[in-house]
């Protein structure tokens, strides 16, 4: 932690804040300039509050140095993590794609969904049966019951499901599910988070649509901390400026993150664009960045009335797609993960 | 709502949209030019599927027209809203200012806050118990037992009590709160915002940093549709690139809402901009703009080590901050929030 | 400056390092930790390229501490500017109001509306000659022509007249123009703002859409240190998520830039805003928030054909708007500028 | 062209307005609700003044629905434009990396650089003579001699040279550059635009760093309308709130411009990320989305006194970066521009 003092800083406000962070186990240096002085912080800066360290008077600005986490720091665990979804390892050289409809709609729709994802390629299922939907007015999902359909999906294919937890007090409901979501606008839910620390259960950490990341790995922090290591991030697309698209992918957050943490990232192609037809360069530019995984969205069927001709075209997208993806895998020296049955 | 059709669409499939949209009474008239064709909709198009509509073949492009939100929309209730808050009444010529300190320490703390604030003319007590927190490893609040030391805080002053809800699970202990404060973490955390509609509370919904003032109505509107119509919204700032200030105060939200919706807006300038000097300056601007109050944070004393000549200073500093505010308010000819014990 | 090195950094390019450091008078102290080293650089720090200093394999990140700005620092130069403009005093207590069309479209029309605002209070009158416009096929202003129409326009009215320069080759032209704006998308046009800093003339230096308060103040820095020191700053809404108003007015920045700078700073609610029913109240938040004019659109003529009832109203509601404006001005303890002729 | 009245729009007014647009020969059809009514304009809407519209009494928002750029838009030119560089031939199916130092500093350096990157793979040699600095403070480039040391250096490899213009007036210099660079802070300088619209060289016209896509293209708008088709377009990353890397690459662009204009796009990597590791994994997911090319900073050596150990990494990892760009762009069926000399 680097602290900037006021010019003119009072002495023995000085003295007392020196003391005081001598008390916490800080080692403190001064570089004295003319119009600046700096104190240099060292040890474990991450019980010091920043904000009542800024709301000193004596103090211009604080800027932390270290990483404040931990549990998810490379530098404190240099190999890749690999997490364990239901026989399927994450990370390290395998690559997946979860693939399913955005909702759960019915006991056909999922299964024959998840029989054509898997005969495309995909190793997991995703599927919501909660759903944050932005109006109260809107489908809010078929909650507990598409749990048991997305069930069903996997007994018909072996395909390990995914799908979104939106509060705590479902956890119970959610003892069967593979791998768990926590959503973009859950990201720091963390009472949610807090709970899932304590299960032993994969987590597929989504990045809130404007957070940070540092945030994103500060809310793994909060699964890790509670005794939970089993963490997959995701990246999906940020919110800027820009309304080409509905979000911005961060690709960088791919390397970045990489670097950084130990953990597996994955990327929504889907959700960063909002249209089809973006998806296919924006998995292609994933994996060459890195990624250990896609979740790819399959288009809900639009209403039957509307279907002729359009209906069989996403299924067949989809398939195509997953040439290119399974293409390009090969070529990064990956392998893609399969499900037999 | 207006549907852009791609260049040459396939007749059949439009005949069918067309029908479909009939058939959810939804009245539709195309305008059909060289590269392009407008279909214009009118109805209920709330309960229509934007997302769906846009991923049929023929569509290039959808766009809402009409508000999505009813219950918190002006043209649907012209008068402003009063929320009455354990008898203080909230909008239209009142003006309150809920202060108090970022988190609750301990009794002597909060009493003695709540007792200064109160002396400078702040009209609600707000203190954190549940701590919504980027780092695991930072203090969380004191949850429970702070909810009872705001209670004993109440009982000294009279003022009412506002304080943050993080978890939909936690509303029993909140029975005895006057105002629930949805933090801006927790704006689309819809589960809570469901449950919260179901009681009776005023409700304060504070702005998400990243979320836009269409999605805070929308929120807005989960409590309302549940049936609790005691709404007050709240401006907190929004992330943006700048960083010499930690957040953006969007000053031109208040006027936007004023506008667009019915229910009373307040301003937090001390989230807003991180810093205690510009509290001042953006609460006569909050005032100028058309708040109907402002939520202030009295600085966290610092450690007793640290506090020689730097404690006294805040409350002071708070008292100084009232002068202003109390002369602005009654110039724009709104009456200050009393508390009389 | 700050430098935090990399875990193990080589012991000889530190010395390397640190040695160079001393050869540019630039003192080092360094805090070792377990984890992190940091370097506490003082002196004068602007002549270092932090990009270098970033490069080195030894560096892990480089944070500047010390303000890069100097001329246009209150630091350095305590009291506030008063710019003078054709004799009327910017800054200091003194508060002016820019009124005018977007495009000067003839000479009835400039003549007739400069008219009109002086008789509403402004004190000087703004229009645009040259345009910069997003698409070439819109109009690009009357260019030389428009200028002369301003001239007239002063001529009848004593305003003195403020309009956009968007080269440095049109200098000659702007010659007898009293305040010279460099619009929001010419900000870091350095070239011009060289050329600006050659001239004696008052510069009206608009906010970047996307760029911080710090690059603000490093542009007026370029017309500053170049040797006129005559530079008005205009905060006019920054590019953010939000779309609900064209841009973001960040009235933060009024306090903000007044505590850092000594310059004055307007605000122009037309371009934050976008619509004309936002102009007033962001007009009162700027001025509570402590600017020293604003610069205000009195929208144009719409054709003919369109004008019947509509055509009126715009010109009277800024009047009506003029009203609050010097209310406000007059509570808050500063003076309208006012224009004798 | 979407035109939304407000409710109980005056029938007067709309009629002038709907004859009016008569008049302009545009086609307008109203689609009457109870609470909205829509007007669809068809025709060359690119004529009407979209603020005029929207300031008009009897209407709420007016929303563009055609492109505004034309010859740019893939919709009037479905096939890919090839843009040739000094023989080089940028688009369809070739690859071409343009690398080089950030400035331009002595005649060896320049030189050394050139050669070091043909032979790893370049085909393109950049290098900033004209500076655009934040800083008036910090070095501004050799100018015009810079201009002369790159012409020398293409003597010496063969390359073509690519480097930034800051102003019109310096376009008599650039005669002999084989490609103009237009900055990032300049993308809307028109005057600049303009005046490179009136010559046939190739144009690389980089992103603003918060400006929109489409903004991009209308900005290629102005230097094709004025008779230049010859222009490329160069992602370089946007502003967002994420500060872990300097910009936010925006690599939905890539496909998104692709399908929407027949212009080839490159992708900075250097000045997307600020740092040099995150170069290589930025230039594979640019590959692969599609684009056509990559700027690519080669590091400026740093003073001699810091070299030790340091120095020659760069040009080394510029060759390792090469040979995986070399890869994947065989992988993805191009080919790599080549120079022979």
């Known amino acids: 932690m680097v602290v900037i003092l006021k010019q003119n800083a009072d002495k023995k ?35 010091i509050d920043i904000d009542m360290i800024q709301s000193l008077p004596i103090v ?41 409809p955005c909702s759960i709609e019915g006991e056909d729709q999922i299964i024959n969904i998840a029989k054509a994802v898997k005969s495309s390629g995909a190793s997991m299922l995703r599927g919501g049966a909660f759903k944050p939907r932005t109006s109260p007015y809107a489908f809010q999902g078929l909650r507990g019951e598409g749990l048991e359909l997305m069930k069903k999906a996997r007994e018909a294919t072996g395909l390990p499901i995914v799908t979104e937890i ?3 007090s479902h956890l ?40 940070t990341i540092e945030e994103l790995l500060m809310s793994a922090e909060y699964i890790m901390a509670g005794g939970n290591p089993n963490v997959i991030l995701c990246e999906r697309g940020i919110r800027t400026f820009e309304t080409a698209t509905r979000n911005t992918l961060d690709i960088s957050a791919i390397p970045y993150l990489k670097e950084k943490s130990h ?39 639009p209403p039957k009335a509307l279907s002729d001709g359009a209906q069989s075209l996403t299924p067949a997208q989809f398939d195509e797609t997953m040439k290119s993806i399974k293409g390009l895998v090969a ?11």
């Open 172 to 211: 119970e409901l959610f003892e069967d599910v593979d791998l768990i979501q926590v959503g973009a606008r859950d990201m720091q839910n963390f009472e949610l988070l807090k709970e899932l620390g304590h299960c032993k259960k994969p987590i597929l950490l989504k990045r809130g649509l404007a957070n």
């Open 263 to 301: 953990l597996p990232i994955i990327v929504d192609p889907s959700h960063a664009s909002g249209v089809s037809w973006l998806v296919n360069p924006l998995a292609m530019a994933a994996i060459a960045a890195g990624a250990d995984g896609l979740m790819i969205e399959v288009h809900n069927n």
């Open 60 to 100: 211009e600005t604080v800027k932390r140095i270290q990483e404040p986490y931990k549990n998810s720091n490379r530098k404190f665990h240099p190999l890749d993590s690999i997490i364990d979804v239901r026989g399927q390892k994450v990370g390290e050289g395998m690559f997946h794609v979860m693939a399913g």
């Open 331 to 341: 070529y990064m020296g990956k392998s893609m993960g399969k499900v037999e049955q």
């Open 13 to 47: 406000q000085l003295d007392n804040l020196v003391n005081w962070l001598g008390s916490q186990e800080i080692k403190v240096q001064a570089t004295v300039g003319v119009h600046t002085t700096i104190l240099g912080l060292v040890g474990d800066t991450s019980k």
């Open 166 to 168: 939106m509060s705590a």
